[in-house]
């Protein structure tokens, strides 16, 4: 069993920037791939980034060169730095892990607003 709390969500005007945490349990966290996903209302969940254990990032095209993923195995931790945020970014963000199983935080809510 996984568990994975978000953090760092918030209101921002855009251009501006925010950085999500998110924490996870387990004693071999750098065996999982992570990622962030969001929903926006009304909207299915869509992908937003993935970093597996060893491999090379990926991104979803609407937020390439704007966001990027990184993992701190040290911490358990992985986080995701938005820059240059719009409003079509706003959205709850959720936390993944995959391992034995597809483990899901509970979300944190960014609203990209003036």
């Known amino acids: 069993q996984v568990r994975l709390v978000e953090s760092g969500g918030g209101l921002v005007q855009p251009g501006g920037s925010l950085r999500l945490s998110c924490a996870a349990s387990?004693?071999?966290?750098?065996?999982?791939?992570m990622g962030w996903y969001r929903q926006a209302p009304g909207k299915k969940r869509e992908l937003v980034a993935t970093?597996?254990?060893?491999?090379?990032?990926n991104y979803a095209d609407s937020v390439k060169g704007r966001f990027t993923i990184t993992r701190d195995n040290a911490k358990n931790a992985v986080y995701l730095q938005m820059n240059s945020l719009k409003p079509e970014d706003t959205a709850v963000y959720y936390c993944?892990?995959?391992?034995?199983?597809?483990?899901w935080g509970q979300g944190t809510q960014v609203t990209v607003s003036s």
């Open positions: 970093i597996p254990s060893g491999g090379s990032t």
């Open positions: 387990g004693n071999i966290f750098r065996a999982y791939t």
């Open positions: 993944n892990a995959v391992w034995d199983g597809d483990y």
